[in-house]
């Protein structure tokens, strides 16, 4: 059923298909982003309990590298910690504004999507009623006419504009997340994705 409303609704989407796609572009980096930010605890931990080693861990040539990017030594050779923990957050908030800057661009493509796409339903409503007879009009008050041309065409356009961006970028950052927690500890992620699918059964 759901997806035979999608079909039919589809054709209203065609003409803005090139801006949905730079929105589902922009909103993949975005996750992108924000999911590196996961990768922010290593260098964290390593501060907070005295630089320790990862070793042992798949990938652990990248993830090393990427925590020794953060950890800043004296002139003696010793951890400096605050420097270390300044670093990780310019870090931290040069990623996350970057984050908002994709993600607030995607919202402003999609909401010109939506007006779009809203004034296309409404003109197709709008021809469809011109063309009914007048006992069509006799059986139904003007409000629900009213009704279908504003409120209903709003919530039928909403749905398929966050449909549309819900299939593409929520598998996308389900991907980038699993892969990161993988990167950081497969046997963690193994037990995560074990406890989830049991729950959710």
Known sequence: ??????????PFAHPFRSKMILSSLMNIISNAIGSVNLLALLPIVSVVLGEPNIAGTPSTGILQKFT???????????LDRIASLERICAFVFVTYLLKNVFQYSAGYIMSLVESGMARSIRDAVFEKLSTLSLDYYYDRKSGQLLSRLTNDVG?????????ILTIVGQPVQIIIFISTMLVISPKMTAISVTIAALSLY
């Open 155 to 163: 919530v039928v356009n909403g749905t398929l504009a966050s449909g």
């Open 68 to 78: 020794n990017f953060f950890l800043v030594h004296g002139p003696s050779g010793l």
């Open 1 to 10: 059923m759901l997806f035979k409303l999608y079909r039919r609704l589809l």
